[in-house]
């Protein structure tokens, strides 16, 4: 499978903020988000053909529990499934950061996986014509599918996590909540507020408008602790 990275750093977002992890980044999206901040793994997909036994190596040369499967989208990646199984058999903690576009079931069987971080883009994602040409219209069809969402709310622990750039993204939020219905053992407090950006000053700016929405419609202000830490860089 083609991986652009593999590193060891602090998880920056999410109900496991601060966690140790080793971050395994697949190489390949289907989506084009006009303010993606992995376009090396996106918009220009970049990286080498690793075996799972290769991965399986760097991995442990990190002594580390938690490992994340990311990209681009990790759904896509082939042998993803057989990844994820043989990290388990290695006794990790798995999360999965996906855009959720793709099912985790196949033919009923599901993905190794003790969290899955979803990550449904808005319109706020959404690029210029100019940027990407017929892209658009693909990433616009694509982006929100919440039957997929629902399917991986009940079958895994969850946290939807949603990019914002401005208050006014709040009511496509609260559509695509009402559009996917009550999940058992799914609260609003798994929902994350993140702030768009790629700098402090830009995540700042944006944070105390997050803030309030987060109090008054009981939704989690969600940092991103590696900008904070490492700025936006590779590897981190």
Known sequence: MRI?????????????????????????????????????????PEGEEMSIEQILERVR??????VVLTGGEPMIASEIRELATALRAEGKHITIETAATIAPHVDGV???????????KLANSTPDAEQVGPWRERHEKTRLQPAVIRE???????????????????????????EVGTVPGFTRDRVLLMPEG??????????PVLAEMCLEHGFRYAPRLHIDLFGNTRGT
Not at 17 to 30: A, E, H, Q, Y
Not at 152 to 178: G, M, T
């Open 61 to 66: 040369g990190y002594g580390c529990r938690h």
């Open 110 to 120: 599901g993905i190794a996986c003790d969290l899955a971080s979803l990550s449904p």
């Open 4 to 44: 652009s990275e593999i590193f060891h750093s602090i998880q920056g977002e999410g109900l496991l903020l601060g966690v140790p992890s080793v971050f395994v980044r697949t190489s390949g999206c289907n989506l084009r988000c006009r303010w993606c901040d992995t376009p090396y793994a996106s918009w220009n």
């Open 198 to 207: 790629t700098d402090v000053d830009a995540l700042r700016t944006k944070a």
């Open 152 to 178: 991986w709310l009940e079958h895994y622990p969850c946290q939807l996590k949603f990019v914002v750039s401005k208050v006014e993204d709040l009511p496509e939020i609260e559509e695509l909540l009402n």
